[in-house]
C-alpha cells in the first residue's frame, strides 16, 4: 500500500481524491494530519499556488507531496473569480461565493454564462524531482443552486450534456468527467515513473 500526501486542507477535494486513487492501492494523508504546516497561497497562477503548496509541505515532512490548486474560470467575468475561488467573497465560504458569483452574473443571459473549472496538480520529491498534471471540464453558470452534493462553486456549475448541475451528481459520476478527475488521470499516467525514481 501507497501513502501519498495531499497538500489540501479541502475536505471535499480530499474525499475525491481517496476515492479515485483507493483502486490504485493508494490511499492519502492530507493537512488535517499536520494541521501545524501553514502555506502562504500567494503565486500568480494556478500552477505557481499548486507549487507553493506542494514545496512548503513537502521540505516540512520531507515526503513526497502532491497538491492541488483549482479553481472556477467564468468567461463573462474575464476569469473571475480563478486563482481567487477559494476566497472570492472574502472568506473560505461556499455559501458567500456562491452568492456573489450569482451577483456578479446577474442580468447576463444563457448564452454568456459559460465558465470551466480547472485543476493543475503539481507534485514534488525532496530530491527535486516535480510531475505536473492539468484538466478541465466545461459549463455555464445557473441561476439558482441545483443539487446538494459536492462542494464549492458545485451547486451552481450546470453540464448540458447531462442536464444537470454538478451537484446533482454522485461522487463517482463527477470524478468520471471533472477537471479534477480529468488531471487525475494525466497524473496517474507518470505517477508510477516519478514515484518510484
Ligand atoms: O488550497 P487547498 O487547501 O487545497 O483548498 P482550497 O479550497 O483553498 O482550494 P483552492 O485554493 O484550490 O481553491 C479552489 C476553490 O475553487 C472552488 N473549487 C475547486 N474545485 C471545485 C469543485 O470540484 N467543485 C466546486 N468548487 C470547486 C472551491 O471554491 C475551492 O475552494
Ligand atoms: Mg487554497
Redesign the pocket.
Given at each position: 500500500m501507497t501513502t501519498l500526501v495531499i497538500a489540501?486542507?479541502?475536505a471535499g477535494?480530499a474525499q475525491e481524491y481517496r476515492k479515485m486513487l483507493a483502486p490504485h492501492g493508494i490511499t492519502v494523508k492530507t493537512?488535517a494530519d499536520f494541521p501545524a504546516i501553514a502555506i502562504n497561497?500567494n503565486g500568480t497562477s494556478f500552477e505557481e499556488?499548486a507549487t507553493i503548496?506542494a514545496k512548503t509541505v513537502m521540505q516540512a515532512l520531507d515526503l513526497p507531496v502532491m497538491a492541488?490548486?483549482?479553481?472556477?474560470v467564468v468567461d463573462a467575468l474575464n476569469g473571475a473569480p480563478g486563482i481567487h475561488?477559494?476566497r472570492y467573497a472574502g472568506d473560505?465560504d461556499?455559501a458567500a461565493?456562491n452568492a456573489k458569483l450569482l451577483h456578479e452574473l446577474a442580468g447576463v443571459p444563457d448564452d454568456q454564462r459559460t465558465a470551466h473549472?480547472h485543476t493543475t496538480i503539481v507534485a514534488l520529491k525532496p530530491d527535486g524531482a516535480k510531475l505536473v498534471a492539468k484538466g478541465r471540464v466545461d459549463g455555464r453558470i445557473l441561476h439558482e443552486r441545483q443539487g446538494d452534493n459536492?462542494?464549492?462553486?458545485?451547486p451552481l456549475f450546470f453540464i448540458d450534456s447531462l442536464g444537470k448541475s454538478?451537484a446533482e451528481l454522485t461522487a463517482d459520476q463527477k470524478n468520471a468527467i471533472?477537471?479534477?478527475g480529468a488531471a487525475l488521470r494525466d497524473f496517474m499516467t507518470r505517477f508510477p515513473e516519478w514515484w518510484r525514481a
Amino acid at each position: 500500500m501507497t501513502t501519498l500526501v495531499i497538500a489540501t486542507k479541502n475536505a471535499g477535494k480530499a474525499q475525491e481524491y481517496r476515492k479515485m486513487l483507493a483502486p490504485h492501492g493508494i490511499t492519502v494523508k492530507t493537512l488535517a494530519d499536520f494541521p501545524a504546516i501553514a502555506i502562504n497561497e500567494n503565486g500568480t497562477s494556478f500552477e505557481e499556488n499548486a507549487t507553493i503548496k506542494a514545496k512548503t509541505v513537502m521540505q516540512a515532512l520531507d515526503l513526497p507531496v502532491m497538491a492541488d490548486d483549482s479553481g472556477l474560470v467564468v468567461d463573462a467575468l474575464n476569469g473571475a473569480p480563478g486563482i481567487h475561488s477559494a476566497r472570492y467573497a472574502g472568506d473560505h465560504d461556499d455559501a458567500a461565493n456562491n452568492a456573489k458569483l450569482l451577483h456578479e452574473l446577474a442580468g447576463v443571459p444563457d448564452d454568456q454564462r459559460t465558465a470551466h473549472f480547472h485543476t493543475t496538480i503539481v507534485a514534488l520529491k525532496p530530491d527535486g524531482a516535480k510531475l505536473v498534471a492539468k484538466g478541465r471540464v466545461d459549463g455555464r453558470i445557473l441561476h439558482e443552486r441545483q443539487g446538494d452534493n459536492g462542494f464549492g462553486y458545485d451547486p451552481l456549475f450546470f453540464i448540458d450534456s447531462l442536464g444537470k448541475s454538478l451537484a446533482e451528481l454522485t461522487a463517482d459520476q463527477k470524478n468520471a468527467i471533472s477537471h479534477r478527475g480529468a488531471a487525475l488521470r494525466d497524473f496517474m499516467t507518470r505517477f508510477p515513473e516519478w514515484w518510484r525514481a
